[in-house]
Every structure is written in C-alpha cells, then in structure tokens.
C-alpha cells in the first residue's frame, strides 16, 4: 500500500536550534518525495522535491531508499519557519500525490 | 509570479444542495487536480483531469462528484448534492507537465450545514 507517515504532529524547538522533520514512506515502486509548506493563512507551498537535490530556505532534505526516509533538516531555525509541513509521494505510475498527515513546527524565541 | 487562484474562499451551504468550486489554474499549465482535507485529517486526493477528461479518481469521487473545464481558464468541482462529511478544505493544483511539481490554490473552505 502506498502511504506516507509523519510521526510528529507538533514539533517545537527553539530559535538557532537544528530541525528534523520525519518522514516515512512505503510504496513499492519508484516514488517521487516532495515536502510542501503552509505559513499560517497561506497556500500549500512547494518547498523541496527530492530530484532537484537543492536546500530551500536552509532546508535540505534526502531520499534515503534504504530506510525509506526523506527527513526534512534545517541546521539552525528561524522564527519564520514556524508553520505546518507536510510530506507527499508521487508514485511512478500515477501523478497524485499521496500525504503525510503534517508537522506543526513551532519556533520558540 | 502565476499563481493559481480559487472562488469562493469560504461557501456555506445547506444539506442537499449543490456548489460548484471554481479554480483558474497557471495558463500554461496541462494537468489539474482536486484534493481535499476535512479538518484535523490528511489531504486526500479527489481527482486529476488532463485533455478534457479524467485521468484518475480516488474513492471518494463517487457519482455526486464532477468536474468540468467549461472554457480556457476555468476547472470546476461540482458536488451534485452535498452531504454532512462533505465539509471540508476543498484545494484545486495545476502541473504543468509530466515530472514538474504541482501548485496548489489558497483552497476553499466548504461548510454544509
């Protein structure tokens, strides 16, 4: 079955501090992950996939196929990262996307 | 930037009767999604339509459900007569080709009462 799996539904860290957001994944082809973001009263937004292999925002994010893992990491946070994350699979044979249940990060001061 | 945009941004409605969400996807975009996510659970796929026609439907898009690309710019979700559990946060997305990440729409948020 395909299916995404977020542990945490609410992550709080201080400002400065490193961030990772867990995901898990399960799906018996070749899946595309993507971590999309939305800032309070905002659109769902994209923030990575993991084919482009670039860090967003300070954010960097690998596929780790062994452990079928694509954890979002942030070396030090900010206040404006406070928001919900979410983590999404597409599959090789179809295009939608399939998600996580979301992280509510909150960045303390 | 292009960004895709949604109407109305909050609808309420009576059990029983039909809405029609409107979403203008990017201009240059090919395929178009519905999803929706009822409150404190997960996105949930609806429905993906590309050369005027459906090309996948979950579960959840039964008979009650359609969808429509009326003219250029428009993509419809028409719910025929809404039930209780249809209130939810209704998101419209947009591709622009096969491989490239999906844009979604600010949502609207369908309240049946």
């Known amino acids: 079955a395909q299916r995404v799996t977020q542990p945490e539904k609410l992550l709080s860290v201080f400002k400065g501090a490193p961030v990772e957001l867990k995901c898990n994944y399960s799906y018996s082809g070749s899946p595309e992950l993507f971590w999309y973001v939305q800032y309070s009263r905002q659109r769902l937004q994209l923030l990575l996939r993991h084919i482009s292999r670039e860090s967003i925002k300070g954010f960097t994010a690998d596929l780790n196929k062994g452990e079928t893992s694509f954890h979002l990491k942030k070396p030090f946070a900010q206040e404006e990262d406070s928001a919900m994350y979410y983590c999404a699979l597409r599959g090789d044979s179809n295009y939608q996307l399939i998600w996580g249940a979301g992280t509510k990060l909150i960045i303390k001061p | 930037e292009p960004e895709v945009t949604q109407t109305p941004s909050h609808q309420v409605t009576q059990m029983g009767q039909e809405v029609i969400l409107r979403c203008v996807p990017i201009?240059?975009?090919?395929?178009f999604y519905w999803y929706r996510q009822i409150l404190g659970q997960k996105v949930e796929f609806l429905v993906s339509f590309y050369n005027n026609e459906i090309s996948e439907k979950s579960e959840i898009f039964d008979d009650q459900f359609s969808v429509e690309r009326p003219d250029g710019s428009n993509f419809t979700l028409k719910i025929r007569s809404t039930k209780l559990e249809d209130s939810a946060m209704y998101f419209c997305?947009?591709?622009?080709?096969?491989?490239?990440?999906?844009?979604f729409g600010p949502g609207t948020r369908l309240t049946v009462l």
């Open positions: 997305a947009s591709m622009g080709g096969l491989g490239l990440p999906q844009f």
């Open positions: 201009s240059n975009h090919l395929y």
